[in-house]
């Protein structure tokens, strides 16, 4: 039974899902929450490999051989070809792709350069699209589903994250693009964060800029990765009729915005 055909809530055993990003953060809350209901996993990292070993040592702990990890660095295409082959060796199979890694930092007009661009883009843009292009096959023998995690400034863009806004409005059209693609067997779709976690050692967000923002958000709290977290395991298990969609996890902040 392929994937997207399990029965809405049903834990779904020895299904096999990639997941980027995966050792901390929003990638992490992502990953309990897919093995929780019965999904084996391939957690990717790039940098963060103490975090990553401690998650997987903690997954496998609660089921044996549920988990392997496996290193790349996103941002090269010969890596993404070879993260691709193994991620289908780990357990023989793939039936589903989180495209979650993400760079995230203020780039403003007149200071941009091709650091940068080479950054947000390849991370954001250009390995969801390599990862999914090379994973294709396996996703169809399967009948898998991808997710990816996009942004809701996609529509309404930050000001000082001139190259963020492009990568992940890209990454937007690369869902529905892949939804057209790979149907009808698999399934493609997003979830757009609002303020989820706070960026890390980024001052282009203060207190008193992070306090405004929160004031306006209609639920009156941040997200948490639990939040995002059940949006995805909706999307890649239980949404057998639903492709093409983004879906904006945000508290509400994005019709205020």
């Known amino acids: 039974m392929a994937l997207q055909q399990e029965t809405a809530g049903q834990v779904v055993e020895q299904r096999v899902v990639l997941i980027t990003g995966a050792a901390r953060r929003v990638g992490a809350g992502i990953a309990r929450l897919l093995h929780a209901r019965g999904v084996r996993l391939v957690l990717h990292y790039r940098g963060s490999r103490g975090e990553a070993e401690a998650l997987a040592a903690e997954l496998n702990g609660q089921r044996p051989d549920s988990v392997r990890l496996l290193q790349a660095d996103l941002l090269d295409t010969q890596g993404l070809q070879q993260l691709a082959a193994q991620a289908i060796a780990a357990f023989g199979r793939l039936d589903g792709l989180v495209n979650n890694a993400s760079s995230f930092f203020p780039t403003e007009l007149g200071e941009i350069d091709e650091l940068a661009w080479h ?76 303020v989820n976690l706070w960026p890390e050692d980024d001052a282009s967000f203060d ?44 508290g509400g902040r994005s019709i205020v915005l």
Do not use: C, W
Not at 186 to 193: L, Y
Not at 207 to 235: M, N, S, Y
């Open 207 to 250: 207190a008193a800029e992070r306090a405004a923002i929160e004031a306006t958000i209609p639920l009156q709290r941040t997200g948490q990765p639990d939040d995002i977290a059940r949006a995805v395991a909706f999307l890649l298990l239980d949404a057998s009729y639903v492709t093409g969609q983004i879906l904006a996890v945000d």
């Open 119 to 194: 950054d947000l883009m390849g991370s954001n843009l250009k390995a969801p699209l390599f990862l999914s292009q090379a994973l294709a096959p396996a996703l169809r023998r399967s009948g898998g589903a991808i997710v990816g995690i996009s942004d809701i400034h996609v529509e309404r863009p930050m000001k000082r994250h001139v190259v963020y806004n492009l990568a992940k409005a890209g990454h937007a059209q690369l869902i529905r693009s892949l939804a057209l693609e790979l149907a009808p067997e698999v399934r493609v779709n997003g979830v757009a964060p609002g």
